[in-house]
């Protein structure tokens, strides 16, 4: 069994910052990618960033410069820095990992809202 549990979420004014977390647990043996989604309500579930294990990153265009995606191996822990946050950020964040050769695994969620 793998968990992902996320923290960090809260309230924030619009232009302020939150940091989240997610630590991975469990039958662990290697963690390749490494990403966060968000859910707003009413809408599909979006991907925000994903890091690889060497490091690489990609980021959706609504995020490009103001969030910032990181990861420790040592600690199966990804890292989502989000700066300038704006009330459309609003939304439930999960961080998924993928395992080598044992699949996807998600997160509960942790909510993220910004006030204008």
């Known amino acids: 069994q793998v968990q992902l549990v996320e923290s960090g979420g809260g309230l924030v004014q619009a232009g302020g910052s939150l940091r989240l977390s997610c630590a991975a647990s469990?039958?662990?043996?290697?963690?390749?990618?490494m990403a966060w989604y968000r859910q707003a309500p009413g809408k599909q579930r979006e991907n925000v960033a994903l890091?690889?294990?060497?490091?690489?990153?990609n980021y959706a265009d609504s995020v490009k410069g103001r969030f910032t995606i990181s990861r420790d191996n040592a600690k199966n822990t990804v890292y989502l820095q989000m700066n300038s946050l704006k009330p459309e950020d609003t939304a439930v964040y999960y961080c998924t990992a993928n395992l080598i050769g044992s699949g996807d695994y998600w997160g509960q969620g942790t909510q993220v809202t910004v006030s204008s």
């Open positions: 890091i690889t294990r060497g490091g690489s990153t």
């Open positions: 469990g039958s662990i043996f290697i963690i390749n990618t």
